[in-house]
T-cell receptor
């Protein structure tokens, strides 16, 4: 079955430190991969997405993610975290079996990021 | 990215009443929209696919008579929670192709 695993429920990093949020997926075909950020009580903002091509994807707010097919991973990274990055981060997978980029996604359970001053 | 407007952002209703949530695609025509539900501190689960001009497609376990979806135009889909109960309290969020999400609606049934 298709699934997304975010192993870390909660991560705390110091402001200015680097960040890596892990995401592993299970999908039978070429996946479409997404990272979203959600602030409390708010909707989801798309940080970046991967459909094909270069496996290192640049997103908004200084985030990037790398698709590693051999590891079924799509980890999110940021070289220097800002206090405003504190939020919930969701990894999601879609694909041709799920309407492609139409929007039928399977989400991970999310990783809450806290930032220490 | 696409601009998706969802209204209301918060609603409190009495048990037994119905609540309508609107999802609008502001800058392109969306033949398909998706409705998700998010329980507190949980992930998002797809409830249904809203298709313009035809019936919605519901995910397994979602009661189609409780969660009525109407997609009457290319820019508007509505989700009506009928005869709401406290267990329907949740965060409901829609999306369009991208996918891009609306701001979500916090429903509290008292």
């Amino acid at each position: 079955a298709q699934s997304v695993t975010q192993p870390d429920i909660h991560i705390t990093v110091s402001e200015g430190a680097s960040l890596e949020l892990r995401c592993n997926y299970s999908y039978g075909a070429t996946p479409y991969l997404f990272w979203y950020v959600q602030s409390p009580g708010q909707g989801l903002q798309l940080l970046l997405k991967y459909f094909s091509g270069d496996t290192l994807v640049q997103g908004i707010k200084g985030f990037e993610a790398e698709f590693k097919r051999s590891q079924s991973s799509f980890n999110l990274r940021k070289p220097s975290v800002h206090w405003s990055d504190a939020a919930e981060y969701f990894c999601a997978v879609g694909g041709v079996n799920y309407g492609g980029s139409q929007g039928n996604l399977i989400f991970g359970k999310g990783t809450k990021l806290s930032v220490k001053p | 990215g696409a601009v998706v407007s969802q209204h209301p952002s918060r609603v409190i209703c009495k048990s037994g009443t119905s609540v309508k949530i609107e999802c609008r695609s502001l800058d392109f025509q969306a033949t398909t929209m998706f409705w998700y539900r998010q329980f507190p501190k949980q992930s998002l689960m797809l409830m249904a696919t809203s298709n313009e001009g035809s019936k919605a497609t519901y995910e397994q376990g979602v009661e189609k008579d409780k969660f009525l979806i109407n997609h009457a135009s290319l820019t508007l889909s509505t989700l009506t929670v009928t005869s709401a109960h406290p267990e329907d309290s949740s965060f409901y969020i829609c999306s369009v192709r991208g996918p891009f999400f609306g701001q979500g609606t916090r429903l509290t049934v008292v």
